[in-house]
């Protein structure tokens, strides 16, 4: 079959699903492409970084519209594509075809939610078994998870990771020995990269509450960057209200992408753009307008590129659901008393929960 | 409607906001129960749809917990047989039903567990005067409490009250565990108690709990009643003119102390219902114990937010203006007499868990969502507040101040 990225593109951003197959082939390919970036990827400005995303594909669609469409705007994402938003697969589909498509223009980064036992947890994996009725498209992208780069730098100046600093690390060159081709450990210099956060109050590291990575203050921050010779380090990984947080006297900034987070938050987001002379400028927006988005109807509606609803596959795209529920990663999806062949899966997966 | 960018709408999309509006917010299987109308349920449709929502806030409320239970948060064998879908909630939604939980069972242990003896007296009393933000005894004893003989009340006789209860199942897992009251009774629509009362009936588990050969239905299967054990029907905007005659038709005895719990319930309907309710007990109880679990906060940005998705799901917040802040949660009662009134948010009970307890939660899923929950915490409160009438002679006063003042120091 030969692909036809434009077309593929073209369909994402009209939220029509690939075929599985179609995927199959990106990841794949793209695979290839990933395996040949240093844990390092070194670029130049002028890019604009974007934090996490979320699943949140109709605030992706306002990014380009704020930020400018690939290839005329170089873009750098920093991780956190998939889980909590309702649109994760087509958020990472359209990604990564467009890194595929303009690998020089555009730049991924893998979060700590790129990650198996993440995903099973937070959305990603239902929604793949959802929208194509057994996990196969789920293994082809966290496969693909395990290529993305650890990190980013702009112009040799600023340091872009997902989440923050490790003790294990103190040079850059530290990261390009690590074996980052697995499922992120549970720690480790690549666990922290991706789950670690900033500690105004702190000067040194300390135990994360998120009960990975670490957190990180001043002190550390200075000596990394003096180490490494950088002026800034440039992360994602915490929701900002604001869309933005900058710390320890503009040492280190934190971009976050996905305005009212879950539908629940009621935060502002932003992307950062870099200028040719690295001037930074974070470009702040809201939730795109509510007559922009599909009705509830709609977005139950699940198209593949060729038009035709998912709703004509029932619940199996082949029969074979309930194949992979069952046996979800780490029996996460089962649990006593639960009856038909949904095997659990929250058919209210839609609703935003609170406490009633 | 597809061509271009993103699924275009019409230009303006009067509906429901998109997230909110995925039909009936009622869980599987539940039919509005439109056949057993007493006549105090005759509102207008409007009401009667409004009512429809409220009763769906329970169906929401024992998936999630459920949930928790299933994770290993809480154990609880008999939420599964409310439940006919069960579905795994997100990690901080199991943390949050865990909490509200915890911090509810909390209360009702201390308040069955707490005796008075005539030691327990003489060393810690509170005092009388109503303060806003006491919530433990003070360490001085009162010198009417030393001076007069004591009579040992051995195992004085308590009762608890759930508004709105639900599915809730507090009473046969505290009963299994051989914790209970003299008497607990369980109030909420005729349709949520018909509901329960066929789970109840129907399962060995639940009568055996019971425990009371005597155990009989009545006003048409909505009501259950037996010696520690009643489930009542009604509206709990009409608790003075039916539902308290109900209560004491069964036993129910307001010279005891009793614990009344309302988790979720009176943030639901008009603040002017849920004062009388809190203005009849202020009143009318020798002593009692009020526990709230509710939302606050409705005017930041993530308040205003959850007012709009609740709205889109049809679920209003009647009560929250009224309550917004854990002052005004606190002011809620001590503005009526109420000798002493605490609120807290979820985020201090969270802080409150011991590390022991907090590792144990922590192991049992991955929790990605720190600021969320922060957030999300922020918006839910437990408020409390104890009352013993004046009228009252000593030392039975006393004892009964101190029992409820224990049953809160944590």
Redesign the interface.
């Known amino acids: 079959m030969v692909l036809d990225l434009d077309a593929c593109i073209e369909s994402l951003?009209?939220?029509?699903l690939l075929a599985e197959s179609v995927i199959k082939e990106i990841c794949e390919k793209t695979k290839e492409l990933l395996m040949s970036e240093s844990n390092v990827v070194h670029i130049k400005a002028p890019v604009t970084v974007v934090g996490d995303i979320h699943g949140q594909f109709?605030d992706l669609?306002e990014i380009f519209k704020i930020g400018g469409y690939c290839p005329d705007t170089n873009y750098l994402f920093l991780g956190d594509y998939v889980d909590?938003g309702l649109y994760s697969v087509e958020t990472i589909s359209i990604l990564t075809c467009l890194k595929l498509r303009y690998p020089d223009r555009v730049q991924l980064v893998r979060g700590?939610?790129e990650s198996r036992?993440?995903t099973s947890?937070?959305?990603f994996y239902t929604e793949c078994m959802k929208k194509y009725g057994t996990s196969d498209v789920w293994h082809y992208f966290t496969d693909l998870f395990d290529y993305l780069t650890l990190s980013v730098v702009i112009d040799n100046m600023i340091f872009c990771v997902h989440g923050g600093l490790s003790p294990s690390i103190h040079t850059i060159d530290q990261i390009k020995v690590i074996d980052r081709f697995k499922e992120i450990p549970h720690e480790g210099p690549m666990a922290d990269l991706v789950w670690s956060d900033p500690d105004p109050g702190r000067e040194e590291f300390a135990v994360s509450?998120?009960?990975a990575g670490y957190t990180f203050g001043s002190m550390v921050v200075e000596k990394f960057l003096h180490e490494n010779r950088m002026d800034h380090i440039l992360r994602a990984h915490?929701?900002c209200?604001e869309g933005f947080q900058v710390l320890f006297d503009d040492q280190l900034s934190t971009v976050w992408s996905a305005p009212?987070?879950?539908?629940?938050?009621?935060?502002l987001a932003s992307i950062l753009e870099i200028g040719v002379e690295g001037e930074r400028h974070f470009n702040v927006f809201e939730a795109a307008p509510?007559?922009?988005?599909?009705?509830?109807a709609?977005?139950?509606r699940t198209?593949f590129s060729n038009g035709v609803p998912q709703s004509l596959f029932s619940n199996g795209g082949g029969g074979s659901n309930g194949a992979g529920v069952g046996g979800g990663p780490n029996g996460a999806?089962t649990?006593?008393?639960?009856?038909?062949s949904n095997g659990?899966?929250?058919?209210?997966q839609?609703?935003?929960?609170?406490?009633? | 409607m597809s061509g271009g960018m993103g699924n275009r709408s019409p230009p303006f999309w009067p509906g429901p906001r998109r997230m909110g509006g995925f039909g009936a917010p009622g869980a599987p299987g539940t039919a509005p129960g439109r056949g057993s109308f007493t006549p105090s349920m005759m509102h207008d449709e409007p009401q009667v749809a409004r009512d429809d929502i409220i009763k769906g806030t329970d169906d929401d409320a024992i998936i999630s917990k459920l949930s928790a239970v299933n994770l290993g948060y809480l154990d609880d064998p008999f939420v599964k047989y409310f439940v006919k879908r069960p579905s795994r909630r997100p990690p901080l939604i199991n943390r949050g039903s865990y909490l509200r939980t915890r911090s509810l069972d909390t209360f009702t242990e201390q308040f069955i567990k707490n005796d008075i003896t005539p030691s327990s007296i003489t060393t810690t009393t509170t005092t009388t005067s109503p303060t806003s933000a006491t919530t433990q005894s003070a360490s001085t004893p009162s010198p009417t409490t030393t001076a007069t003989a004591i009579t040992p009340a051995a195992g004085i006789k308590k009762q608890i009250v759930s508004l709105g209860c639900g599915s809730d199942t507090r009473y046969f897992k505290f009963k299994a565990k051989g914790l209970s009251a003299h008497k607990y009774f369980e109030i909420d629509f005729p349709e949520s108690t018909a509901k329960k009362a066929v789970v109840i009936k129907k399962n060995k588990a639940f009568t055996d709990i019971i425990g009371d050969p005597d155990l009989r239905l009545g006003l048409g299967g909505t009501e259950l009643y037996s010696k520690d054990y009643c489930l009542l029907s009604g509206d709990l905007r009409e608790f003075t003119e039916s539902i308290v005659p109900k209560l004491k038709a069964q036993g129910f005895d307001i010279s005891l102390p009793t614990l009344f719990l309302s988790e979720c319930v009176l943030i639901y309907i008009q603040p002017g219902d849920s004062d009388a309710i809190v203005n009849w007990v202020g009143t009318n109880m020798d002593a009692s114990l009020f526990v709230v679990y509710e939302q606050i906060n409705p005017t930041d940005a993530f308040g205003a937010m959850m007012l709009r998705n609740l709205k889109a799901r049809q679920i209003e917040l009647p009560g929250i203006h009224a309550y917004p802040s854990l002052k005004s949660q606190e002011e809620r009662f001590t503005s009526r007499g109420w000798q002493a009134a605490k609120a807290v948010n979820m985020n201090k009970l969270h802080e409150s868990l011991s590390e022991q307890e907090l590792k144990r939660i922590s192991s049992l899923e991955i929790f990605d969502e720190v600021e969320e929950w922060q957030l999300l915490a922020d918006h839910y409160c437990v408020a409390w507040a104890y009352q013993a009438k004046p009228q009252q002679p000593e030392p039975r006063r006393s004892q009964l101040i101190h029992l409820l003042a224990n049953a809160v120091s944590s």
Do not use: K, W
């Open positions: 951003f009209q939220r029509q109709y669609l909590r700590n939610h036992a993440v947890t937070y959305g509450p998120r009960g915490q929701l209200m009212n987070y879950c539908y629940r938050c009621g935060n509510e007559n922009e988005r599909p009705t509830p709609e977005a139950q198209l999806m649990f006593a008393g639960a009856s038909g659990g899966i929250d058919p209210a839609d609703t935003i929960h609170y406490f009633l």
